[in-house]
């Protein structure tokens, strides 16, 4: 079965530290990444995403995602995380027949000023 | 980008109850959309995908006759919860894809609905 792992469900920094969430997916076919951010009170905002290419994608905000396709991997970091990047964070994947979201079961952040 | 609206943000309805939730696509049209349900501190799973002109698709588990899905046009789609339980209190979040755009296969979502069945 489709399926997406988070490992952290409650990540707590200080501010200017470096942030790595990890993501695994299992899926034995060509798959589609992304990463969502959920800010308090708001709506699912895309982060970044990888279709194909270059494994190292550039998201919103200093956000950034390496596909590692031998583990499975589409880890999140930022190397410098601010108060404003409180949020509840969500990995998720598509297949490029389904289309639907599988998504992992979020990574809340609180970073502390 | 592309903005999806979604409608009520919140309702309160009494157990037995039928409740409409409306999903819209502003500036784009969207021949599939997708409706997700959030537990509280959980994931988001999918229920159902919706198909402009033809039946939902529904996931396993998901009753296609308590939860109605009707995208009757390229701009709208609409999930009616029938016979509401206190358990069927949740999130409800919907998404559209726009095929016309330049971000392939990238799902624009709503706001969220939160429904409260007393």
Known sequence: AQSVSQHNHHVILSEAASLELGCNYSYGGTVNLFWYVQYPGQHLQLLLKYFSGDPLVKGIKGFEAEFIKSKFSFNLRKPSVQWSDTAEYFCAFSDTGRRALTFGSGTRLQVQP | GAVVSQHPSRVICKSGTSVKIECRSLDFQATTMFWYRQFPKKSLMLMA??????????????????????????????????????????????????????????????????????
């Open chain 2, 49 to 118: 995908t919706s198909n402009e002109g033809s039946k939902a698709t529904y996931e396993q588990g998901v009753e296609k006759d308590k939860f109605l899905i009707n995208h009757a046009s390229l701009t709208l789609s609409t999930l009616t919860v029938t016979s509401a339980h206190p358990e069927d209190s949740s999130f409800y979040i919907c998404s559209a894809r726009d095929p016309s755009g330049r971000a392939k296969d990238e799902q624009y979502f709503g706001p969220g609905t939160r429904l409260t069945v007393t």
